[in-house]
């Protein structure tokens, strides 16, 4: 099975093919704001780098959130067009648990992403990747309270700080994340869409 992996839903950027869960090409890099000018290209080349046609594709895997609001929506945006061009189904995969599963295994993990100065996107999870809690958007207070309460290996997209609490920089093992979600349930194309937990305050105040 070939698959297309697409994470655009932080600053750095993952885009890989993969066969039997095997990475065959990937580009990883830190892009922040400037996602909608080279994630198309970024396809393009990874398909191109393992010697396949798009429509070789089996199945794609996107992240579809939490995090940048117009990371999420480019990511989620260019796999359903793949989707729809090679008639192909998609499995999203979520930011928070994809940090854990590329994370050292350990009985507790919480993945953390900061949404703004003083909020985080937050998921706690046992070794096996099942969520001990729902994914959620918190208080930097409230953030303090779960790692009391759950004493968790804290991992997160960037080297950061919480109170007296050191978050762990882990970069995305891409092999896992498909290895752990090849089973999980497939979605059309048309039904995909993004996991934002919270929008931008702006449409908030829309709404």
Do not use: C, W
């Not at 990874?46 to 940048?68: E, K, L, T, Y």
């Not at 590329?102 to 070794?127: E, F, H, K, P, T």
């Not at 207070?141 to 968790?152: G, M, Q």
């Amino acid at each position: 099975m070939i698959s297309l992996f697409i994470d655009t839903a932080l600053s750095n950027v993952s885009i890989s093919i993969l066969k039997d869960g095997k990475v065959l090409s990937i580009i990883q890099e830190e892009i922040p704001n400037e996602h909608s000018k080279y994630v198309t290209s970024y396809v393009k080349r990874v398909i191109d780098a393992a010697g396949i046609d798009a429509n070789d594709i089996d199945r794609i895997f996107v992240v579809n959130g939490p995090g940048s609001f117009t990371g999420v929506r480019i990511g989620v945006t260019i796999a359903k067009t793949y989707g729809y061009l090679i008639n192909k189904e998609i499995i999203p995969v979520s930011s928070l648990k994809s940090l854990a599963i590329s994370s050292i295994n350990q009985d507790i993990i919480m993945s953390v992403i900061q949404a703004n100065r003083s909020n985080y996107y937050v998921g706690i999870y046992d070794s096996n990747y099942n969520n001990l809690i729902d994914e959620q958007f918190v208080s930097g207070n409230r953030l303090v309270e779960l790692i009391n309460e759950y004493n968790p290996y804290i991992v997160s997209n960037e080297y950061n700080v919480v109170g007296k609490y050191k978050l762990n920089k882990v970069s995305l093992d891409v092999e896992k994340i498909v290895n752990y979600y090849k089973d999980s349930e497939i979605v059309n194309y048309h039904a995909v869409v993004p996991n934002y937990l919270k929008l931008p305050q702006a449409m908030e105040d829309r709404k």
